[in-house]
T-cell receptor, first 117, second 118 residues
Framework: AQKITQTQPGMFVQEKEAVTLDCTYD???????LFWYKQPSSGEMIFLIY??????QNATEGRYSLNFQKARKSANLVISASQLGDSAMYFC??????????????FGPGTRLSVLP | DTAVSQTPKYLVTQMGNDKSIKCEQN?????MYWYKQDSKKFLKIMFS???????INETVPNRFSPKSPDKAHLNLHINSLELGDSAVYFC?????????????????FGEGSRLTVL
């Protein structure tokens, strides 16, 4: 079963507007971490934002914020004031325990965001 | 100073050949990973090592053999390359963390190695 779901294969947003990228996850662990990564066309993976399962406040990092709804198992990324340089693939990921020791990072299929001038 | 470095960045080779990708991290992390990103951009875990011990080995053909000489290095050797092995291979590292007061513990990625099998 898919552990991380990103239902939007592609999104368009007008420059300077806000956009929400959806992410839902599936886990039975109490302790886990949720991450968003950006992959521009150049190919590198850039860490954007983190939310711990015990964090009560939504995470924010500059123009990025994470809308964490634990009961609904969703961790949507909100980008405010979109810029042309935000055009990229965005991946939601979850860190979970692996076989009682070690950890694994599971990634969603990604959302391709295009910012229009 | 690059945190996670992998070499080479590009490999182009013929079917049936053997190739290796090297990875090194200078972050002092306990855990290192290999991920495969296919043409549809899907990222899938292949292997994970914690302090040189193999932790995750995810349904990868045994033509792929990881090797971790120490916790700062995780190399990937691929025998008898096939067309379907063409992909971008990412090395990554993280510091294991858990619990209520866990730190971020995010994955740090290398730049990726694009393998093309002809």
């Amino acid at each position: 079963a898919q552990k991380i779901t990103q239902t939007q294969p592609g999104m368009f947003v007008q420059e300077k507007e806000a956009v929400t990228l959806d992410c839902t996850y599936d886990t039975s662990d109490q302790s886990y971490g949720l991450f968003w990564y950006k992959q521009p066309s150049s190919g590198e993976m850039i860490f954007l934002i983190y939310q711990g399962s015990y964090d009560e406040q939504n995470a924010t990092e500059g123009r990025y914020s994470l809308n964490f709804q634990k009961a609904r198992k969703s961790a949507n990324l909100v980008i405010s004031a979109s810029q042309l340089g935000d055009s990229a693939m965005y991946f939601c990921a979850m860190r979970e325990r692996w076989d009682n020791y070690g950890q694994n990072f599971v990634f969603g299929p990604g959302t391709r965001l295009s910012v229009l001038p | 100073d690059t945190a996670v470095s992998q070499t080479p960045k590009y490999l182009v080779t013929q079917m049936g050949n053997d190739k290796s990708i090297k990875c090194e991290q200078n972050l002092g992390h306990d855990t290192m990973y290999w991920y495969k990103q296919d043409s549809k951009k899907f990222l899938k875990i292949m292997f994970s090592y914690n302090n040189k011990e193999l932790i995750i080995n995810e349904t990868v053909p045994n033509r792929f053999s990881p090797k971790s000489p120490d916790k700062a290095h995780l190399n990937l050797h691929i025998n008898s390359l096939e067309l379907g092995d063409s992909a971008v291979y990412f090395c990554a590292s993280s510091q294991e963390t858990s619990g209520k007061y866990a730190n971020t513990g995010e994955l740090f990625f290398g730049e990726g190695s694009r393998l093309t099998v002809l």
